[in-house]
């Protein structure tokens, strides 16, 4: 079936570091590939998306690229700020054989970043 | 309301009773959504409500798991005869048309059967 894989946290940056998480994904078909983020208290917050082979999703300085030929949708950041602080969800859904758009989650990567 | 709202937002019960979790989506979202999120882990889907049809029930874990929705608006989760392995946050998302493919995501409920 369906599997997101990606890289354990925590994941500790002094800030302005640059970030990279890395996601990789299993599907049949063509999913979406989505970063969800949660901040500490808070729900989940769709962070960034991408429809189709070779976009790029972007949101407050995040980027992600969705690679068909690697199956993968690495989250980067140039220069990560203390309030990004927050465990990041990478995230698929609606693949060929399923049309409730359920999402499919990796295990999330905690991220610590220190002034 | 402005997001999707679940209540209450802990729920503390013995093993072996039953809980009622209650989510309240955005309004005019016809998807609705629950997710399960154990501690340190990822979310698993539960079960999708299209309407107040349920057409995917494919995650719930056992028969001891149910959902409703009415209105096409709030969501009940029940879990019959808790176990501790039900200890975890349940989540619930809304989406404005399943094809948009957002899901909007409530704070949800923390659950710890003792």
């Known amino acids: 079936g369906d599997s997101v894989t990606q890289m354990e946290g925590p994941v500790t940056l002094s800030e302005e570091a640059f970030l990279t998480i890395n996601c990789t994904y299993t599907?049949?078909?063509?999913?979406?590939l989505f970063w969800y983020v949660q901040y500490p208290g808070e729900g989940l917050q769709l962070l960034l998306k991408?429809?189709?082979?070779?976009d790029k999703g972007s949101n407050k300085g995040f980027e992600a690229t969705y690679r068909k030929e690697t199956t993968s949708f690495h989250l980067e950041k140039g220069s990560v700020q203390v309030s990004d602080s927050a465990v990041y969800f990478c995230?698929?859904?609606?693949?060929?054989?399923?049309?409730?758009?359920?999402?499919?989650f990796g295990s999330g990567t905690r991220l610590l970043v220190r002034p | 309301g402005a997001g999707v709202s679940q209540s209450p937002s802990n729920k503390v019960t013995e093993k072996g009773k039953d809980v009622e979790l209650r989510c309240d989506p955005i309004?005019?979202?016809?998807?609705l959504y629950w997710y399960r999120q154990r501690l340190g882990q990822g979310l698993e889907f539960l079960i999708y409500?299209?309407?107040?049809?349920?057409?995917?029930k494919s995650g719930l874990p056992s028969d001891r798991f149910s959902a409703e929705r009415t209105g096409e608006s709030v969501s009940t989760l029940t879990i019959q005869r808790t176990q501790q392995e039900d200890s975890a946050v349940y989540l619930c998302?809304?989406?404005?048309?399943?094809?948009?493919?957002?899901?909007?995501f409530g704070a949800g409920t923390r659950l710890s059967v003792l």
């Open positions: 998302a809304s989406s404005p048309t399943v094809a948009k493919n957002i899901q909007y």
């Open positions: 599907a049949t078909g063509y999913p979406s």
């Open positions: 991408a429809t189709k082979a070779d």
């Open positions: 995230a698929l859904s609606a693949s060929l054989m399923d049309s409730s758009y359920k999402l499919i």
């Open positions: 309004s005019g979202h016809t998807a």
């Open positions: 409500f299209q309407g107040n049809s349920a057409p995917d």
